[in-house]
């Protein structure tokens, strides 16, 4: 009998349960959609963020303490002190290798160009490494400054044959030169710097140094393949490949810091306190940070593997991107919060009208003797089996909007967590449950003789 009604009222009410498995299909779709892509949103945003340049710099320690001292950025003129361009590598060996997603090596010198005293930079550009794990890596500036803007020319590419004798103007100093694409200027560095700064070791990390230190020319002619505008004082120098530089100056196998992007997890209370004194955090706490993708643990990994190393958090960047996501998974909390309240609230109004409209039915069967567990047991069981076909089908329609969403902002799908299931199950069954309470509550008042007699 029970089943009977059940199946009697899918049957003479199908539109307005049809309306009812809408409104929590629509909700249920906007919860799948909005948690899957939050829950995989951290990836995408730090993904999306690493386009703004690196997050950690490493410098050598000496040149570290110098600029902590006199508050002057990247150790002031300390020009005997550089990292190994042997070690390169070594950074994609950490415990948190894949989330290092870009670095360049730099060298940079006093040289002149035309007469013209400027800074020369030396880098990788569109650098590829066999790294020691096995796995490729495309690396440069190209890619990590890629906010800078070509006004005229191309970018070096180490794979084109002769741009490892050719070099990139500042706007500013193409300005002051009068250079232009194509023109040949002379580059002279101050070779000082030798064999004594450092290790003198010659890289093996895909750099392939074509002269030994001691035999370099510190000056020559080189083609002007490029010109961009960075919007900083980059634009007032010179940029050349890192073997170019290093020949130039006699740094071969040195570099002057090193510019890293990673993906990182926003910092906590552990991770601000490990940044300070690791060795002030209790056992559970190290693990815990070690193991975590921390800006800090990143660069406490990075200075164990680079030999007298300093890496630091660029922290404007650091905290932008912490902020950026909080908000971002904030808001999408929000809207699934919202969606949800109005399913709640459309689920009510449309049981309730079911309910005033099968007024007469509920109080035959109060007149009858139902109570009244049996008149919410009911409605519940009605309100359920259309839940589950309206949440199966908004929890599809969710996954599709999710990648959707993915394609359009990130360029990239959106990966279902496991945890969404359940989750978007306890959602849609507390959702049906308060949007029911209202029509329950109606039809408990349902007075018998009143409903039968139509008053």
């Known amino acids: ?121 030396g880098s990788w550009f569109n650098h590829h490494l066999d790294l020691p794990t096995g796995e490729q890596l495309d690396a440069g500036i190209t890619s990590l400054r890629s906010w800078w803007e070509l006004v005229d020319g191309r970018w070096l590419d180490e794979s084109q044959t002769g741009d490892d004798q050719r070099v990139m103007l500042g706007h500013t100093l193409a300005e002051k030169l009068g250079a232009r694409v194509g023109d040949t200027v002379e580059l002279s560095a101050d070779s000082g710097a030798s064999a004594d700064a450092g290790s003198g070791a010659n890289a093996d990390a895909g750099s392939g140094a074509n002269a030994a230190a001691g035999s370099n020319p510190s000056s020559g002619s080189f083609e002007v393949v490029g010109i961009f505008d960075a919007g900083g004082d980059e634009d007032k120098q010179i940029f050349a490949p890192l073997d170019l530089v290093q020949s130039l100056s006699g740094t071969d196998g040195k570099l002057s810091s090193i510019e890293v992007s990673a993906i990182t ?37 990075i200075q164990e593997v680079i030999t007298d190393s300093v890496a630091s958090p660029v922290r404007q960047v650091a905290e932008s991107e912490g902020a950026i996501l909080d908000k971002t998974q904030l808001l999408m909390v929000l809207i699934t919060i919202l969606a949800l309240l109005g399913s709640a609230l459309g689920i009510s109004n449309l049981v309730t009208a079911s309910v005033m409209e099968r007024g007469q039915e509920i109080g035959l069967f109060k007149a009858i003797g139902a109570t ?78 009143e409903v039968l007699h139509d008053r």
């Open 1 to 121: 009998m029970f089943f009977r009604m059940i199946r009697g009222m899918l049957t003479r009410q199908t539109g307005k349960m049809a309306m009812i498995a809408f409104t929590i299909a629509l909700g249920a779709s906007l919860a799948t959609a909005m948690l899957s892509v939050m829950f995989d949103v951290s990836d995408k945003v730090n993904q999306e963020l690493k386009t703004y340049g690196a997050n950690i710099t490493v410098v050598p320690k000496e040149a570290s303490v110098l600029s902590n001292l006199y508050e002057v950025e990247g150790g002031g003129d300390v020009s005997n002190v550089y990292l190994k361009e042997d070690e390169l590598g070594k950074i994609k060996t950490i415990f948190w290798a894949f989330n290092i997603v870009d670095f360049a090596p730099m060298i940079d010198v006093q040289a002149s160009v035309n007469g013209t005293p400027v800074t020369a930079v």
């Open 265 to 301: 997890t926003p910092d906590n209370e552990i991770s601000r306190q490990a940044a300070k004194d690791p060795s002030k955090l209790t056992i559970a706490q190290y693990e815990t940070w070690y193991c975590t993708a921390y800006v800090s643990s990143i660069c406490y990994q």
């Open 372 to 449: 009244d567990r049996a008149i919410s047991g009911l409605v519940l069981t009605e309100i359920i089996v259309v839940a589950i076909v309206g949440g199966l089908v908004g929890f599809a329609a969710g996954i599709g909007f999710a990648q959707i969403i993915g394609q359009s902002v990130f360029n990239s799908s959106i990966a279902l967590k496991p945890m969404v299931v359940p989750l978007v199950v306890v959602l849609v069954i507390v959702v049906t449950l308060l949007g029911s309470i209202s029509a329950i509550r109606t039809a408990l008042r349902l007075d018998p003789v």
